[in-house]
């Protein structure tokens, strides 16, 4: 079995989520002030600024391949739906329907904490199918 290691991005996204998960928390708490506000959208910011650089091709932004297909591409799904679903918070945050925006929150906070356990596991703990080996490079 390969030594698993933790790389830089990947830690961006916990971070990033992490950051979230506070600006939510204080989100629900608060009735959505605006510094929390503020929070969240950072967050979503990172989260969103990583996955298109490491697209776009910038080297230390982009993570090996090893784990999952599947998986992966799951977890950006999860992100992408994540990302809209925040945006339609924040619109029903501006008309001020906020047991709406609440719901939405949460259900934002579910699809992003999802993806991520889903990337993270696919990336360190997918056991090949046909050598049993974890983190076997594709």
């Not at 928390?25 to 929070?39: A, M, V």
């Amino acid at each position: 079995m390969k030594k698993s290691k933790i790389e830089f991005p990947e830690l961006i996204k916990v971070f990033a989520f992490l950051l979230y998960l506070l600006g939510s928390s204080l989100t629900l708490i608060n009735h959505g002030i605006e510094i929390s506000l503020w929070i969240m959208t950072f967050a979503v910011v990172i989260n969103i600024a990583l996955r298109i650089l490491s697209w776009m091709g910038f080297c230390w932004l982009s993570l090996s391949k090893m784990g999952s297909k599947t998986g992966r591409w799951l977890a950006v799904l999860l992100d992408i739906a994540s990302w809209g679903s925040f945006g339609y918070a924040m619109y029903l945050r501006l008309w001020r329907n906020l047991p709406m925006f609440y719901t939405m929150i949460t259900i934002t906070t579910l699809l992003w904490a999802v993806g991520l356990l889903l990337f993270l596991y696919s990336r360190h703990a997918f056991t090949d199918g046909k050598t049993g080996d974890k983190l076997d490079k594709n």
